[in-house]
């Protein structure tokens, strides 16, 4: 049992390219998300999904789009990269709001855009 | 605009002693608080998490007290242990959502 992968896990992008963060999981769950974590900042919503085909914007989703053709995969793209959104980029997924759910969050990637 | 503040920003306690991170909300529309336990690289992992109608939850050596008249919650580390050093993030969930606002972390060390 995998949980979430995602990848790559560490990236280098130049100013203006554009590129898609994997994000998978095996769990069935409905519902996943996509956080950036910076220093002193904690960990801020991008984009997250109720499931297959609804997706909705979070609290910093400018420069980012999400797509969730399939309940397993829900892959972030930057249009055009900036310095800005260097950062680390964590994917996480999450069963029902039940008594005591949670998100399970990957690994992350490590983005750095020069 | 920062709906979940925590403090402090680091804490260094000794082995066996008692950590203790704060969190205030603003919004009263949230109804789940989880507290995540991050070691460096990897992804955050949830601890412990509670509902605004009991006011202390307690698994194992982690206690999270609930003060909902002043919009407060806090996680208590009991006997804590260098293996518990990490970073401690809380977080509230708006009602009837899926999402979560993050507080802004606390790294904690515990000395051996």
């Known amino acids: 049992n995998a949980g979430v992968t995602q990848t790559p896990k560490f990236q280098v992008l130049k100013t203006g390219q554009s590129m898609t963060l994997q994000c998978a999981q095996d769990m069935n769950h409905e519902y996943m998300s996509w956080y950036r974590q910076d220093p002193g900042m904690g960990l801020r919503l991008i984009h997250y999904?109720?499931?297959?085909?609804?997706?909705d914007q979070g609290e910093v989703p400018n420069g980012y789009n999400v797509s969730r053709s399939t309940t397993e995969d829900f892959p972030l793209r930057l249009l055009s990269a900036a310095p800005s959104q260097t950062s680390v980029y964590f994917c996480?997924?999450?069963?029902?709001?039940?008594?005591?759910?949670?998100?399970?969050f990957g690994s992350g990637t490590r983005l750095t855009v020069v | 605009q920062q709906q979940v503040k925590q403090s402090p920003q680091s804490l260094i306690v000794q082995k066996g002693g008692i950590s203790i991170i704060n969190c205030a909300y603003e919004n009263t529309a949230f109804d789940y608080f989880p507290w995540y336990q991050q070691f460096p690289g990897k992804g955050p992992a949830l601890l412990i998490a509670i509902r605004p109608d009991v006011s202390e939850k307690k698994e194992g050596r982690f206690t999270i007290s609930f003060n909902k008249s002043a919009k407060q919650f806090s996680l208590h580390i009991m006997d804590s242990q260098p293996g518990d050093s990490a970073t401690y993030f809380c977080?509230?969930?708006?009602?009837?959502?899926?999402?979560?606002?993050f507080g802004t972390g606390t790294r904690l060390k515990v000395l051996a």
């Open positions: 996480a997924s999450s069963y029902s709001r039940g008594a005591r759910w949670g998100y399970t």
């Open positions: 999904s109720v499931g297959a085909g609804i997706t």
């Open positions: 977080a509230a969930s708006p009602s009837g959502t899926y999402k979560y606002i």
